[in-house]
């Protein structure tokens, strides 16, 4: 016959283990909090009892032993007394003339028992237990003895202490003496005693648990309030704040921690919106902006190509419009070319002494048949005499291009721009005043952004691909410098940034002198950082 299968996997689940656990109900923090502080309480109370009783018993021994021995004393003096004077030296059947305790046995030297008085309720066989006279022998050995004696039924305490012949100077010992008494029960005593215990007990856990829900109250409403605000952040809702409660303990500072955790959280889900809304209008405005000179190189091509116009004059200012149209793909795709290159972190800074007011003689005759043209009057007004900073030329003129060109574009005819420069401390503050439209309140503070074009205020159709200032602010910051704006609607804007004087690096003990001709490899020679960090 073969045997039944005993896999654990035929035991229904209703009868697993893991399934019963997890069918138990889960208890609440507050629940948890009260039973642990009540089985605290339950236990000390347990504890205490059970001191208290064995402190009783062990009194009740001990007072009742310390009577025994008395007595015992009391006992064997007159037993002695009585052998010294009335006996003659001989022991034989007598009897005791005073009252004897519930159970009194004397042995002589050897151990026989002389007389055996038994307790109330036992007859004479009692004291044929030859263990009564072995436990009163005990004493023979000249120290007084005592513990618990059962015989025949008796159970009590007992002392046995040593008889000695008092007429004699050494002190013969001549037997023993045994006195036992039934043990005292102190179970009224503790019957009162524990009622007391119980009493207070239950008073103390009615009040422990009073304390405890309390506490747990105290303890879990913040906890329930920052559950409640965590689950509706999940779904989405970052505007959830809590109240920190009054304490400035764990709690407090949880409370505080996660209310800064959701002012940032917040804060980078409305920016992470906002940057994925300028992506978006920044591909826009790309596609635009490739579009219209796509469609307008289109559509001259094509004229040519056809030969529709004629005229030598006409075909030469249709090439003119085309080529025109292809350098503003090129700067578009420049631009993009360069905030990759930043991005990547790729892009590297060759730094020397550079006469700032030269440099921005050079920039301004490049851009000024433009201005001219447009009826803008450009002014130079830094001192010939100021110190020299430690910047990359190339870059420095692609930042005076960019904001010059951007002031241009944004200044009526009539109009002036004015570059300009001061000395604060190690550093040169340079800045780029225009008469223009201005820029309005609401997108100032996004100017400096990547892909942000302030269309309201400063486009009108005209703007670029929205990463011009953005490429700004990342040379400037990579040589330890800051960028700012300021404008007023109607007026002007004027854009401030700060370079690091040489002046000022010699006195950090780094190179001042010349710089032509120096390789790749100096250790002046910086990496652009990305340029995402300057967009918050």
Not at 279 to 284: F, G, K, V
Not at 321 to 332: G, H, K, P
Not at 372 to 395: C, E, F, H, K, Y
Not at 457 to 467: F, K
């Amino acid at each position: 016959m073969s045997e039944p299968a005993t896999s654990s996997s035929q035991v229904p689940p209703a009868f697993q283990p893991e399934h019963a656990a997890n069918r138990l109900p889960s208890l609440s923090l507050r629940s948890k909090l009260v039973l642990s502080y009540l089985a605290v309480a339950l236990g000390a109370i347990i504890v205490l009892a059970i001191a208290v009783i064995a402190a009783v018993y062990n009194y009740y021994y001990t007072a009742q032993i310390r009577q025994l021995q008395d007595a015992a004393q009391t006992y064997a003096r007159g037993v002695e007394d009585f052998y010294t004077y009335q006996l003659g030296g001989h022991w034989g059947p007598f009897s005791l003339r005073f009252p004897v305790p519930a159970l009194l046995v004397i042995v002589d030297q050897n151990g026989h028992q002389l007389l055996c008085n038994p307790p109330s309720g036992f007859d004479a066989q009692f004291c044929a237990d030859a263990a009564i006279a072995q436990t009163a022998a005990q004493a023979l050995q000249g120290n007084e003895v005592d513990g618990h004696l059962e015989s025949g039924g008796f159970k009590g305490l007992y002392v046995s202490v040593p008889l000695y012949e008092q007429n004699n100077s050494n002190h013969q010992l001549i037997g023993a003496l045994l006195i036992a008494e039934p043990e005292a029960s102190p179970q009224r005593f503790l019957s009162n005693v524990t009622q007391a215990i119980l009493l207070a007990g239950l008073l103390i856990s009615v009040a422990v648990i009073i304390f405890s829900l309390l506490l747990a109250r105290s303890l879990t409403r913040p906890l329930e309030s920052l559950t409640a605000a965590v689950e509706r952040m999940k779904e989405g809702d970052y505007s959830q704040r809590v109240d920190p409660p009054p304490a400035q303990d764990e709690l407090g500072r949880l409370a505080q921690t996660f209310n800064a955790m959701a002012d940032r959280i917040e804060a980078d889900v409305a920016e992470l919106r906002r940057q994925d809304q300028i992506r978006r209008d920044m591909i826009a405005n790309i596609a635009h902006d490739l579009a219209t000179p796509l469609t307008a190189i289109q559509g001259f091509s094509e004229a040519l190509a056809d030969e529709v116009i004629q005229e030598p004059a006409a075909r030469k200012e249709t090439a003119q419009l085309i080529a025109r149209e292809v350098q503003r793909l090129r700067r578009l795709v420049a631009d993009i070319q360069h905030m990759t290159l930043l991005e990547s972190g790729r892009a590297r800074l060759d730094l020397a002494p550079l006469d700032l007011a030269v440099l921005v003689d050079e920039t301004l005759a490049v851009i000024e048949p433009e201005c001219t043209q447009a009826g803008i009057t450009l002014q130079n007004t830094i001192d010939p005499r100021t110190p020299p900073v430690l910047a990359d030329s190339d870059r420095i003129t692609q930042v005076l291009l960019n904001l010059i060109d951007n002031a241009r574009r944004h200044t009526p005819p009539g109009g002036t721009i004015t570059v300009g420069a001061r000395r604060l401390g190690r550093m040169l503050e340079v800045w780029i005043r225009d008469t223009g439209v201005g820029i309005d309140p609401i997108d100032l503070p996004h100017i400096f952004e990547r892909f942000y074009r302030a269309d309201r205020a400063r486009s009108g159709g005209r703007g670029g691909s929205g990463l011009g200032l953005t490429i700004v602010k990342a040379i400037v910051t990579a040589h330890g410098g800051t960028v700012a704006a300021e404008s007023t609607p109607g007026k002007g804007t004027c854009i401030r940034f700060t370079l690091p004087l040489a002046t000022g690096q010699e006195e950090q003990g780094k190179p001042s002198g010349p710089h032509s001709g120096r390789g790749r490899s100096d250790p002046s020679e910086r990496l652009l950082p990305p340029t995402r960090g300057y967009n918050t």
